[in-house]
Structure formats: structure tokens, C-alpha cells
């Protein structure tokens, strides 16, 4: 009403007319506001279907939004020529973190060291489908998660030990690698630590 003639607001029939048309505009401008989000993966929702259809991707369904939305963007990504710089950018979108690729050439090998806190991500499975799809077939590949080792250390306050020296400090072992590659490399047979295995709080 705030578009029309001043004197329009006194009129009961262009006041329920408005009534009745301006929730039907709305309607229409969400409509508009929804589709156009269908075009932008990262916002995408009932139109992931047609995202997923269009680049082969299967059995999505069953997977959280965001990656369903991730694996999307991944695939998009990779369709270029097999890089260090590409292979990162495909990781990152995946997995949602900082990684480092660290190619081994003597080795036909590369390693994609994760920085997520000795945590093990939750778009591993994608990432393996999608390596799969882009690494060229000669090379292997694995999956770093760096972590801290920690020595407990007991502090000497009680009542009854009072008379003995606290002990002394240890300071933190330097940052370790666990290599938690059974997931993801095609020889990689002598893995110490299978991912089926590793739990959360031992990375």
C-alpha cells in the first residue's frame, strides 16, 4: 500500500485487494529465491538431485547436506588436469580442512597431510572415490593426520608426599605423524594403524 496514491489506504476495496495479492507475490519471490539458489551448490538443496545426476555422482542420498554439497564442488573442480594445486583444492573442499600434498617422486607416491587436529575428517570416503577419479593410475596416495603424543604427568600436593620433589617436567614429544592411509592408498599393506581401528581420541 505504501507504493500507491496517498488517498488509496481509505478505500476497503483496494486495501482487500492488496490483502489478497501482496501473499501471493510472496510466494513468487521465494519461489524465485529458492530456484536461483539451486544454481549455487553451496546452496543448493532439492536441486542437488540435478547436481549429482548431471555429474555421475551415485548413491548421495543417504549423505549429510553439507557433503552432498561438498562432493558437488569437488567434482566440478577436478575436471581439470591432475595437479599438486588441484588435488589440494578437491582435498580441502572435501574434507574442510588445510592440507598440504607432499609428492614423492622416486616413490610414485603422494601424501596429503591433513591439518585437522589428529581428527580424522568426515569426507574421507568421498575423497577416496574422487582421488579414484582424477589420480593417474601409476600413483599411490595416502592420508596424514599430524598429531601430538602426550606424557601425563603427576604433580606431588598431597598431604602425605609432601616431603618428595615433585617430578620432574617433561616437556611434549615433538609432532608425530600417524600414517592412517588403509582408507585411502591402493598398496598401502604395512599400515600400522588401519582407519577401521583408529578411534577419534587416539589420533
Known sequence: MSYLPENYPDSRETVAFQEALQPEVNILWETRDDFLAQLNPYRATWGLNYWEDALGLRACQGLLLDTRRRQVVAKLQGRATTTPAVIQTVAETLLGFKVKVIEYFSEYRVELEVDSGGMLPAGVPQLKERLREIMPA???????LPTWNFIPIRAALGPRIGRSAPPAYRAQLPPGKIH????????????????????????
Open 138 to 144: 601409476h600413483l599411490d596416495w595416502g592420508l596424514v
Open 180 to 203: 592412517a592411509a588403509a582408507a585411502l592408498g591402493i598398496r598401502y599393506s604395512t599400515v600400522t594403524l588401519p582407519l577401521k581401528e583408529a578411534k577419534a581420541d587416539g589420533l
